[in-house]
Nanobody
């Protein structure tokens, strides 16, 4: 059974930083692309960032480029999202997701397993 457990969320002032982690178990972590999505109240879940199975390739939504960095440690079965220069618009529940394939995807349907989410709140 696949388990994805996010941590690292919290309340931060605008301009601050947070580092999210996602601990994975029950899957061959190094075999699949991984992604981060977020969902704000009243909005649909949206793509934030993704990383290939090896970590060599990454993809970001335009609004976080230059501020967020996705990475993975396959030896520790852990996915990370370093978030810098946070803005109030970044406030959302952030979800870790495991892809169905080795390829990076940006749609929720590209991912088969999801964590429970961690809340990130950025105050102005």
């Amino acid at each position: 059974q696949v388990q994805l457990v996010e941590s690292g969320g919290g309340l931060v002032q605008a301009g601050g930083s947070l580092r999210l982690s996602c601990a994975a178990s029950g899957l061959t972590f190094s075999a699949y692309a991984m992604g981060w999505f977020r969902q704000a109240p009243g909005k649909e879940r949206e793509f934030v960032a993704a990383v290939s199975w090896s970590g060599a390739n990454t993809m970001y939504t335009d609004s976080v480029k230059g501020r967020f960095t996705i990475s993975r440690d396959n030896a520790k079965n852990t996915l990370y999202l370093q978030m810098n220069s946070l803005k109030p618009d970044d406030t959302a529940v952030y979800y870790c997701a495991a892809s169905l394939t080795i390829y990076i995807g940006t749609k929720t349907t590209d991912y088969s397993d999801w964590g429970q989410g961690t809340q990130v709140t950025v105050s102005s």
